[in-house]
């Protein structure tokens, strides 16, 4: 049989007969035309390195929006709304007073001390943005740095927050003329320590989306009413910078939502040129101290093929997931491994979230610092060659 055929068909048999490479099966095979060989970085001695690496995030397809601060990262929203008057208002427009507007939020979910207070601003945005924003091109944002919030509920699920009707009254002009006001949303921004709270974002599939409400209210000679208007959110992004968590003598953190990430690299020179790894067991090892996750959150890695050396981009094809089972993640990594040796290119992979853009989910790894011993990531592969 060819070579290459039998390697192709090799893990379908492994499959077949036994996830055991020492199974009689493969005994077979081995005593046959292949030879099934073992390299594990716990007794083989490779040579690994386990070094944080930083992606700048664009979070806009999120559903959570996440606002708040502590000593380290902040995060701040912007929300736009899907905001026109019907002909109703538009005709009477001159005549109209706003009695009152407010911001709502529906939250879903919370990250670290919920005893915090959640103190933030809600200031008029007055340049474009989309929802491609990253925290890159906060810089260029321009806003009102007076904040329009007036009062604040927060003591339940929906957070709401009253603010100065001046907001309304711009956005009223710009939906009957662009010339008469602008409207490029608002930034929820904190002010001092804030608690993190999710909330559900302008994309979210039930009723729980960002809304604007607006009370208009007319009174002439001719004709008296108050309406309650209310336009819910059409494109959001929320926006995270601050000092990231940083390697110890002893972990490497990877951190949803901040671009946080593990680059893990292992000397595969010890590999034959002809070898095909059939299994390539990747273990992570958690510390729990040092892990911080929110309400809720995916508790599962992501293991990325990095393609180039120089920019870190990754093959789109070659990614695994890592479940976790106590406090460890494992996954099979083959393909990666494969792809590695033949081409050689051996740059390594990125570790990160199984969900990148929701939640700041911390998850602290043991890395491949000595004095972690059996805790340092660990490769096992198994191998085939064909018999000399």
Known sequence: MNFWLILILLP???????????????????????????????????????????????????????????????????????????????????????????????????????????????????????SLFTADSLSKLTYNQTSLMQSSDVSSSVYSFDVNTSLATEWFKAAKDTSLGKNFGILIK??????????????????????????VKKST???????????????DVHIIQGTFPEATNKTLTIQSGTGVQGRLWFDLSKLPSDAVADFAILTLSLDTLNTKVGSSFIDGLLVYQIADSTTDSTYSQFVIPLSRSGNTYTGD????????????????????????????????????????????????????QKKK
């Open 12 to 130: 379908f048999l492994f499959v077949a007969c036994s996830d055991d490479p020492s199974s009689v099966g493969s005994d077979l095979l081995s005593q046959d035309a292949i030879i099934i060989s073992k390299l594990d970085s716990n007794t083989d001695t490779l040579s690994q390195k386990f070094d944080p690496h930083h992606a700048v995030l664009s979070l806009g397809s999120s559903d959570v929006l996440l606002v708040g601060k502590d000593a380290n990262v902040e995060s701040q929203l912007l929300l736009a709304y899907s905001f026109a008057l019907a002909d109703k208002y538009l005709a009477d427009f001159d005549s109209l007073t706003i009695v009152s507007a407010k911001v709502s939020l529906n939250k879903v979910y919370s990250f670290g001390d919920t005893l915090q207070p959640f103190n933030v601003g809600i200031y008029q945005v007055t340049s474009t943005w989309n």
């Open 190 to 215: 904190p002010t001092g320590t804030c608690r993190f709270s999710g909330f559900a974002a302008s994309s979210s599939l039930n009723s729980d989306v960002p809304t604007f409400q607006v009370i």
């Open 221 to 235: 000679a001719y004709e008296t009413y108050q309406d309650t208007l209310t336009y819910s959110g059409s494109v």
């Open 333 to 384: 990594v083959a393909n990666i491994i494969n792809n590695s040796i033949f081409p050689k290119n051996n740059y390594g992979m990125l570790i990160m979230p199984s969900y990148q853009i929701k939640g700041i989910e911390n998850f602290a790894l043991f890395n491949s610092n000595p004095v972690n011993g059996e805790f340092k990531p660990r490769l096992a592969i198994t191998y085939s």
